[in-house]
């Protein structure tokens, strides 16, 4: 009975948020299973806005942030595929966007928005946006996200060619399309509504294999 009533602390101890202000999630090396799993609040959504920080010195196709569904495995993909380029995948329907200053061994902010109704989707870097795409799209019901890897199965089959090496922070996600102005507060780091899917202040995940949870590293001025 010990046992087990322990078993029992430690799993609603697991389970409880945590606010990870000024911390980071740090993937230090190149694997198939390291990863972080994110519980989200709802488990339907019409409209999407995710925003995230990352710093990585990868040149290769990586994942930024993987949504799957039961019935797709990329239903909200953010994926960084060259220097210059990031692509959005939603029900698996892929749009390329392109923009300056994505820079390796830098903090950058990326924001993606998309919703259901209209089919358009948008990107911003560091505050600065991409032209509005359309990707077409179902709502979206009962997403497993995952960090660190991109998911080929609804929850696994992970490709180590597509994994997350270095830094990532300030993860939240909203049920609905950010404005220009709210997601530029995001980018500066103002006061902003946290997201209410997912909120880096409250945030409840479990982490597999080696991912750190570290204080973010700031350039000194």
Excluded at 46 to 67: G, K, M, N, Y
Excluded at 71 to 96: E, P, R
Excluded at 122 to 128: C, I, S, T
Excluded at 163 to 171: A, H, I, K
Aim: with cysteine; net charge negative; charged share 15%.
């Amino acid at each position: 009975m010990p046992a087990l009533l322990l078993f029992v602390m430690l799993t609603a101890c697991a389970a409880r948020p945590q606010d990870l202000s000024g911390k980071m999630f740090t993937f230090p090396e190149e694997t198939n299973t390291a990863r972080v799993m994110l519980n989200t609040s709802t488990e339907n959504l019409d409209a999407v806005t995710v925003c995230l920080r990352s710093f990585t010195d990868l040149c290769r196709l990586h994942s930024l942030f993987s949504l799957a569904t039961p019935s797709t495995n990329n239903g909200f993909w953010i994926a960084k595929d060259t220097a210059d380029t990031l692509s959005l995948f939603v029900d698996n329907n892929v749009q390329y966007y392109t923009g300056p200053g994505n820079e390796a061994n830098m903090w950058h902010s990326v924001c993606s928005t998309w919703d259901s109704e209209s089919g358009l989707g948008q990107m911003w870097l560091d505050g600065k946006a991409s032209p509005r795409k359309f990707h077409g799209g179902s709502p979206i019901r009962r997403p497993i996200v995952i960090l660190g890897q991109e998911q080929e199965s609804y929850g696994g089959s992970f490709d180590i060619k597509k994994s997350f090496t270095g830094m990532m922070s300030d993860v939240h996600m909203w049920d609905y399309v950010l404005s220009p102005c709210a997601i530029q507060n995001y980018v500066d780091d103002l006061n902003f509504t946290p997201g209410n899917v997912l909120n880096w202040r409250a945030l409840t995940f479990d982490i597999t294999g080696r991912v750190l949870i570290e204080n973010k590293q700031l350039m000194c001025h």
